[in-house]
């Protein structure tokens, strides 16, 4: 078991930045590939990125690149995700994820955190 917890969420003006984290406990965080996704009002989950095990590998979707950074520390069993340039449609519950293996869908995901809220005046 994987146990995962999003922080950093909050209210910010459009333009503006925020850095979610996303503490792991549990089984050896080092070895799994981590995802952030999110979820607005009204709409499905959508994949915002993904990181590999080593850091070494990363995706994200066409909405965040440029914008957005994974990154992830494994001696602090820790994910980031820092949001830059942030737009109102940004707004939404985000979510991380773990899983064996670095992967784009949601339903490939075994462990989930709580999420946290990132809303994004205009």
């Known amino acids: 078991q994987v146990q995962l917890v999003e922080s950093g969420g909050g209210l910010v003006q459009a333009g503006g930045s925020l850095r979610l984290s996303c503490a792991a406990s549990g089984r050896t965080f080092s070895t799994y590939a981590m995802g952030w996704f999110r979820q607005a009002p009204g709409k499905e989950r959508e994949f915002v990125a993904a990181?590999?095990?080593?850091?070494?590998?990363?995706y994200y979707a066409d909405s965040v690149k440029g914008r957005f950074t994974i990154s992830r520390d494994n001696a602090k069993n820790t994910g980031y995700l820092q949001m830059n340039s942030l737009k109102p449609e940004d707004t939404a519950v985000y979510y991380c994820?773990?899983?064996?293996?670095?992967?784009?869908?949601?339903?490939?995901?075994?462990?989930w955190g709580q999420g946290t809220q990132v809303t994004v005046s205009s």
């Open positions: 994820a773990a899983r064996l293996g670095i992967a784009r869908m949601d339903n490939l995901y075994n462990y």
């Open positions: 990181i590999g095990w080593s850091g070494g590998n990363a």
